[in-house]
Nanobody
Framework: QVQLVESGGGLVQAGGSLRLSCTAS????????AGWFRQSPGKEREFVAA????????YYGSSMKGRFTISRDNAKNTVYLQMNSLKPEDTAVYYC????????????????WGQGTQVTVSS
């Protein structure tokens, strides 16, 4: 069992930055790929970014490329999402997820989920 806890969300003006953190407890987190997803009211949960087990491979949703950076520190059992140049359309609840042995763009492939953290970008 892996427990994931997100933090770092909040209110920011357009053009600003936030860094989200996702800290894992339980089994060896380095065995899991990790991803960030987001969901706005009335919309489906959307892929944001993913990172493989050792942090050497990353992948981003098309609207996040160049603005968001995913990284991880396995010594701290933590995955980060650095978000720059934020736009009002980035407003959503952001969720961290972990997948045993890999990573995916597909939310159904993930084994564990955090409770989410709200990000609100004002115009």
């Amino acid at each position: 069992q892996v427990q994931l806890v997100e933090s770092g969300g909040g209110l920011v003006q357009a053009g600003g930055s936030l860094r989200l953190s996702c800290t894992a407890s339980g089994r060896t987190f380095s065995a899991y790929g990790a991803g960030w997803f987001r969901q706005s009211p009335g919309k489906e949960r959307e892929f944001v970014a993913a990172v493989n087990q050792n942090g050497g491979t990353t992948y981003y949703g098309s609207s996040m490329k160049g603005r968001f950076t995913i990284s991880r520190d396995n010594a701290k059992n933590t995955v980060y999402l650095q978000m720059n140049s934020l736009k009002p359309e980035d407003t959503a609840v952001y969720y961290c997820a972990a997948q045993m042995g890999g990573w995916s763009l597909i939310l159904g492939q993930y084994d564990y989920w955090g409770q989410g953290t709200q990000v609100t970008v004002s115009s």
